[in-house]
Structures are given as C-alpha cells and as structure tokens.
C-alpha cells in the first residue's frame, strides 16, 4: 500500500511557534502527529514537543499499531507530561492539543484520535468523508443548536495535561480505500480554509506536496497571524480519484491578478 506524506509547520506573527509536528512510517505502518501548546500557559511549546517525541518513540517500538496500543501510548504520553509538569514548577499547567493519525499497513485500516482543537480530515473520492469534532466551548455551543458566532475557538475543554484529565477520543477503524488522503492540522490551518476549500485544493494537484503548498499560500495570501502546521496523507493515487476544477471554484488558491 503506497503513502506519501508531506508536512509543513509555519510561524505566524506570533512571538514563538508551539506547534509540532512529526511522522513514523515503516512497512507495516504509519503514525501521524500534530501538537500545538495551549496558548496562556508556560511550557506550551515543551508540552508539544514532549507529547510528540514520547508518542513517536513509543510507537517506534511497536511492531505493529492496533487501537489498544495506540491508546496506552497516549496514556504513556499523557504520563510523562504530568512527570514533567511536576518537576518543572514553573510549568505546572503546561498542556498541548494533539491530532495523530494511525495505519496498519498490512492490514489496510486507519483510525485517528485527537484532543483540544487539532484535526484530523478524511477525504474520499474528492469529498470530505470525516473530520474530528473540537473539544471546544464553540463545538459544544454549535452542537447544541446555540449561536457559537463570537466566541472564541482557542477555549477547549480538553487538552494533555489540562485538568481535568479527559479521555482523547478515537474514531472507529476504516478500512482504506485507494485514493484515500488526509489532512492533519492545527487550528491556525483549519481556521482560514472552509472543507469545500480544501476539497477543491485536492482536485487541483498531481502530488501529496503540492496539495499541502496550494492550501498553505491560500492560508498565508488571507492571514498569516497563527502559526500553520499540517501533514497532508495520501494513500495511492488520490489524483485519479478526484474531480476536475472549474475556474470559478479555483480562484482563492490562484495568483491575484495585477
């Protein structure tokens, strides 16, 4: 089963960038992870990077990737940041978001899982098929049936190393299907692109890389004030798989005119 992946993570106007992002792919499977530091809180940056390379490594040692397993190896990282969080005083509430998405290779089965406002997208055939939900007061207000329009995004109620601690949710496992492609971000890229967007953006390109730089310009030509990161995933040839575009529907990711 053929994966090819590519990864950006871009400084905003922001003093610092507390994104991380990271991929481990072997042959028999594959592992996926965006983190972003909770903004507010000292040591967002560090709680990323922790949660990334304890995440990694663990799953280095896997000779293969099940839910269970992946499941212990959040709870293993969710561990060694309260570890550090208690030897560092001065970042007792550190705490990041985190979005990873998980392939069993042999098997050709996928499943994701996320906390805080990083996300995860599946795409089918051209078409957003799922997106994780937000663990954040605008979803909940926006699942509700309330006005979510004003308030602020960056307001979660989950994230590793926030208290309380909560369970990351996981999706069910999916069987993959050639022309699959995925897309995993922070909320600084999710923001500024609508998924029809990002849809067309994939009915554009011949190639994985040039699906993650077509949205990246779209996002830095519109606001460039958060940090941008993002993995962009495709399984086989999702290039045979789409639609053609039409002009109109192209026009936010081409040059402006002079």
Not at 26 to 38: L, P
Request: proline share 3%; net charge negative.
């Amino acid at each position: 089963m053929k994966i090819v992946f590519a990864s950006r993570c871009q400084q905003g106007l922001r003093d610092e960038n507390q994104d991380r992002t990271g991929a481990e792919i072997t042959d028999e499977k594959a592992c996926f992870v965006v983190c972003d530091g909770v903004a507010g809180l000292a040591g967002g940056d560090r709680a990323a990077q922790l949660v990334r390379d304890t995440l990694l490594a663990d799953l280095r040692d896997q000779p293969r990737l099940t839910p269970e397993n992946t499941l212990a190896a959040i709870e293993r990282c969710r561990a060694a940041l309260r570890e550090a969080q208690a030897q560092q005083p001065g970042f007792s509430r550190m705490s990041t978001t985190l979005a990873a998405l998980f392939i069993d290779r042999p098997q050709r089965r996928a499943w994701w899982a996320h906390a805080g406002d990083s996300r995860v997208y599946h795409f089918r055939h051209g078409t957003l098929f799922d997106v994780t939900r937000d663990h954040s007061l605008a979803q909940q207000l926006k699942d509700a049936g309330y006005e979510n329009t004003g308030i602020n995004s960056n307001l979660l109620y989950n994230a590793l190393g926030a208290d309380p601690a909560r369970p990351v949710t996981f999706s069910a496992e999916l069987a993959l299907e050639d022309g699959d492609a995925f897309l995993v971000c922070t909320d600084g890229f999710w923001l500024n692109l609508t998924a029809r967007e990002m849809e067309q953006a994939l009915r554009m390109v011949n190639a994985c890389e040039e699906w993650l730089a077509l949205m990246e310009k779209a996002v830095s030509r519109s606001v460039k004030k958060d940090n941008l990161s993002a993995l962009s995933v495709w399984i086989g040839e999702p290039q045979d798989a789409t639609l053609l575009y039409s002009a109109a529907d192209s026009a936010r990711f081409l040059p402006p005119r002079d």
